[in-house]
């Protein structure tokens, strides 16, 4: 059985566990959100700062303040370094394919190239119970992205 | 060791759950009856021989395997308000849960302005929430007992707190998360002393402690089904008989009334007032067979047996560095369930490393957050013993913890 939680709690989760990145809240921001997981507690307040670019809008700054257990905190960590610095369009497209290996029920291979730390959370979806803890930030991201366009934030 | 039932070894034998394994072979250390309690064999031989030989809907079948059906059904009413040392049959309501039945309570006990409803920090979700809506509805005020620093009611501005406008006091026995046992008479005399209803949440005490209505002085009681044995989707609201038949109807429908016509319904009087429609006729035989199992082994037995677990894993607990008891330090004053913190391991992730090596506990905030935001923590980690609980299964706990520690590499 420890394989198996060796698999949930990959080296690279516990250190994004124990030295998250990005993590505080900062200015200047257009949007900002808090998602909690009803059963667990766990809380996130998000904020999303995004800045025109050639192609559209720009994820210019993810900054954040949560409580919660390893999955959440390591997942909200890797999230932030794969969106920060991106097209606004190619972040969603991360974010649908992180979204597809959590559902995935441990059965989606994951694609390093896209989610490079994030593949370290295949062990998750074979977890029901901590899918929820993996993808509460990504959640919260979506919804303050969505949030900050709708408010006719640059775009 | 002291206090634990004679019998461990054929109690257990009782419950064929305790017997599996879990992935890995690792057999299951089950610590979260203060959740769902396991089940015995007569109550699962109970529910199987019901469904597979007398059933039928309830008083309105008029053929043999109805009036079996309705007998198991009413027999079941009877061994309840047994159960609870009831003083009529007509006091016991069967109802989906606990939840519903201080739904029921907070629905039908008339609030307006200028009345007040006291319930405690220390709640459960389902006995703040329904009180909430009530004082939402109505205009009513809420407040609340708050806590001391050791997990115990705040009794200090009792005398203002509960006063000649309160219409409710709605405390639990023994708190979910704490564990605490709190003064029921003592709250229920002031109660009474202005007027007030009391309403008692049993769910965590009717377990593991004898409960006898009338020795409460209580006004109403409710307790749900799953925790004493029994089966989930039953629940039971006692209530004295006049009260009862005071309080308006919950929900309308069949076998609640005395005649319809289309312009208006006069209702039964209770327990059949409150419950409309076809009830949880399996689960209420279940839940019969297991109050006659834990009267048979004996509830000061299983108290004295919970005591006994309690204040060995309060020891064993204490022994694991960077681990905060949250609640009474002392077992004689505080129900089997156990909650605690772990420096630098979230109570999820202790859930995680406990369950990979068959520790079953619960994480998160035990529907209690007030309680948890009142000590400072989002959440925590929670045992719970029963009275299949052994000593071997605690120091399984305890080791499993220095386990959880080291694997996430604190201290």
Known sequence: MSTDLDALYQDIILDHYKNPHHKGLRDPFESEVHHVNPTCGDEVTLRVHLSDGPDGAVVQDVSYDSVGCSISQASASVLTDLVIGKPVDEAMTIHQTFLELMQGKGQVEPDEDVLEDGIAFAGVAKFPARVKCALLSWMAWKDA????QSEGAPS | MEGLLPDLDVIRKDFPILERTLAGGVPLVYLDSANTS??????????????????????????????????AYEGARDQVAGFLNASSRNEVVFTKNATEALNLLARTIELGPGDNVVITEMEHHSNIVSWQLACERSGAELRWFGLTDDG????????????????????TWVSNMLGTINPVTDLVARAKAVGAYSV???????????????????????????????PTGIGVLWGREQLLNELPPFHGGGEMIETVTMARSTYAKAP?????????????VGLG??????RHIGLDAIHRHEQA???????????????????????????????????????HDIAQVLDSRGVAVRAGHHCA????????VQSSTRMSSYLYTTPAEIDALVESLHHARSYFKVG
């Open chain 1, 145 to 148: 992205t969505t949030q900050a």
């Open chain 2, 38 to 71: 396991q089940k015995p064999q007569v109550v699962i031989d109970t529910m199987v021989d019901h469904l597979e030989r007398h059933n039928a809907n309830i008083a309105r079948a008029m053929h043999q395997l109805g009036a079996e059906a309705t007998e």
């Open chain 2, 152 to 171: 115990r009611l705040d009794m200090g501005n009792a005398d203002q707190l509960v006063d000649e406008h309160t219409k409710v006091v709605a405390f």
């Open chain 2, 200 to 230: 008692i949440d049993a769910s965590q005490a009717a377990p593991q402690l004898p409960v006898d209505v009338q020795a409460t002085g209580c006004d109403f009681l409710v307790f749900t089904g799953h925790k004493v044995t029994g």
């Open chain 2, 272 to 284: 059949h007032r409150f419950e409309a429609g076809t009830p949880p006729i399996v689960e209420a």
């Open chain 2, 289 to 294: 067979a297991a109050v006659d199992y834990l």
């Open chain 2, 309 to 347: 677990i309690t204040a060995y894993a309060l020891e064993g607990l204490q022994s694991v560095p960077g681990l905060t008891v949250l609640g009474p330090l002392d077992a004689a004053d505080r129900g089997g369930a156990i909650s605690f913190e772990l420096d630098g391991v979230h109570p």
């Open chain 2, 369 to 376: 957050k007030p309680a948890h935001a009142r000590f400072g």
